[in-house]
């Protein structure tokens, strides 16, 4: 089954972490995929995401689409990323999640969503 | 039907739905269809055994009839052609499944899985583990019988959609999943603790239901002393019930108990389990709750009860679960040990977590009362009233109002 796995942050966060800290926790991050990579259960390696601070969205409106500076969402939490999995159950999947490194960090999470299927679509 | 017909009517039920959930699931591959069949046969059960009698292989009459079911609902869809196949061949064998004892607990730890919010693992455990109908649930959780389908349909959507396992977790995870079972074990008794038996004929016992899946889980899993410790600790509460409501149906504190009505041949039983449990040396929750509720089982009176081991006990179970409710227990023991103004320095500061939970404030209140602030105990006790739908938690804290 395939699982997108949503990496958030606060984007206060990186302000924070030491930057020797923060480039040991992204050797970690290499090693983990490097890791999941080799037993097969990176579907899609997926993307790395530039500051929320360059986000631009682009919303319904009345007479048409609106362009807008920002994420999407208020909230304090953004994706900072994303990355599909092909794994046998959810359980599979959460086990992925939970050793994710940044993890370490307050407000660092990973929302686990499994992915439409249309294999079984015309 | 008599209160014994009906109790031997849930027991019959109770006995076999699980597995043959576990079975039927295994069979066609599709959980949903195979929860609705067993639904479904239960439903016919009880409508059926109630005017001919228990069948003497309930299981096998259950079996057929959810397999009919499962063979209806799957007739529509042509990709089950398979499964469909395999069904027919059940039902003209009516083979008992193989070990469909087994099969019950991974079906279990599926429906506590803690990707469902607790009170979808709640209901799901206890339609699809335990047998319960939907009218029964919604009955015992005080909800209508609309929401608590809603609340199942969108949990097993969830199971098949995110694709939760129905199976037993990876060993890293066993210990963090079996509480989350226990927990939902414990919540279940809880919620028949308080109550008595209900105006419905065929309202079921949940403190009876959640002592029975406790004791599923003990005997399948004899090797973790946690599960054996919730069963010593609901099999020790359980002892007490036939004191715990008076005649008019309120309850009866534990100080005002008669301690000659206590099971003492249960008391023994759970001491027994609790002893195996200790002999693993691996402490929990439940085991020194359980621990907690053998020194009241054991004490002759209220006043006589070794309330300094019990205020160890609760430090103890401190390290384990430091949850404001622990805490708030506690205080109980130390208004013993120490004194109510001590108890309820400790009680306060809980204020904030525990607003909106009734027994802080009627905690609260014994204490105030005790210390002789009456007009703050009965605003504690008002508080308390407004946040029970419980029948006798509400006739007894009117009556503590009133005197």
């Known amino acids: 089954m395939k699982y997108v796995l949503m990496f958030c942050d606060t984007p206060a966060l990186y302000d924070e972490v030491d930057p020797a800290d923060a480039k040991a926790t992204y050797q970690e991050v290499f090693d983990w995929f490097g890791e999941h990579h080799a037993a097969g259960r990176i579907a899609d390696g997926g993307a790395e995401l530039q ?72 | 039907m008599s209160p014994t017909a009906d109790a031997a009517l849930a027991a019959a039920i109770r006995a076999e739905a699980g597995s043959i959930v576990a079975s039927l699931h295994r069979l066609v591959g599709d959980f949903d269809v195979a929860e609705e069949a067993v639904q479904d046969a239960v439903v016919e059960a009880l409508r059926s055994w109630r005017t001919d009698g228990i069948p003497d292989r309930p299981g096998a009459w259950l079996q057929v009839a959810a397999r009919r079911n499962a063979l209806d609902r799957l007739r529509s869809r042509q990709r089950y052609e398979k499964a469909l196949g395999r069904l027919r061949e059940g039902i003209a064998r009516e083979s008992a499944p193989p070990d469909a004892a087994d099969d019950r607990l991974p079906l279990l730890f599926g429906c506590c899985h803690p990707a469902l919010a607790v009170e979808a693992r709640l209901a799901l455990t206890l339609r699809a583990v335990v047998g319960l109908t939907t009218a029964q649930i919604a009955r015992a959780f005080l909800v209508s019988e609309q929401t608590l389908a809603q609340r199942i349909v969108r949990a097993k959507r969830k199971i098949v959609d995110a694709g939760i396992p129905l199976t037993m977790p990876a060993p890293e995870d066993r210990a963090e999943r079996l509480d989350d079972v ?51 600790l609901l099999t ?53 709750q359980a621990a907690i509720a053998g020194c009241h089982a054991s004490a002759g009176s209220f006043e006589g009860t070794d309330w300094l081991q019990i205020l160890v006990l609760y430090d103890m179970l401190l ?56 007009t703050e105990a009965d605003e504690a006790d008002a508080r308390a009233l407004a946040l029970t739908h419980n029948p006798a938690e509400r006739n007894l804290l009117r009556a503590r109002l009133d005197g």
């Open chain 1, 51 to 122: 500051p929320v601070t360059t986000a631009t969205t682009v919303k319904s409106g009345g007479d048409g689409p609106v362009v807008v500076d920002g994420p999407f969402s208020e909230a304090k939490e953004v994706v900072g990323g994303f990355t599909v999995v092909d794994v046998p159950d959810l359980d599979a999947a959460l086990a992925m999640a939970r050793t994710w490194p940044p993890l370490k960090y307050p407000g660092v999470s990973v929302e686990v969503r499994p992915s439409v299927d249309h294999s079984g679509d015309m």
């Open chain 2, 236 to 288: 020790f509460q359980h002892a007490r019930q036939p004191a715990r409501f008076a005649d008019d149906g309120s309850l009866v504190l534990l100080e005002r108990q008669d301690r000659g009505r206590w099971d003492r041949a249960l008391i023994d039983q759970a001491d027994r389990v609790l002893e195996r449990a200790a002999g693993q040396h691996r402490p929990g929750r439940f085991q020194l």
């Open chain 2, 182 to 232: 226990l927990t939902v074990a414990y919540l279940m008794f809880n919620e028949g603790f308080v109550s008595t038996a209900g105006e419905h004929g065929d309202d079921r016992d949940l403190a009876d239901d959640a002592l029975w899946l406790a004791g599923l889980v003990a005997t399948s899993l004899p090797d973790e002393p946690e599960a054996l410790g919730l069963l010593a």
């Open chain 2, 319 to 374: 390290a384990h679960d430091a949850s404001p409710v622990t805490r708030l227990n506690r205080a109980v023991a130390v208004a013993r040990v120490w004194g109510p103004g001590r108890a309820l320095a400790d009680v306060e500061p809980l204020a904030d977590e525990l607003d909106g939970y009734h027994l802080f404030h009627a905690t609260r209140a014994a204490l105030l009362r005790e210390l002789d602030r009456r």
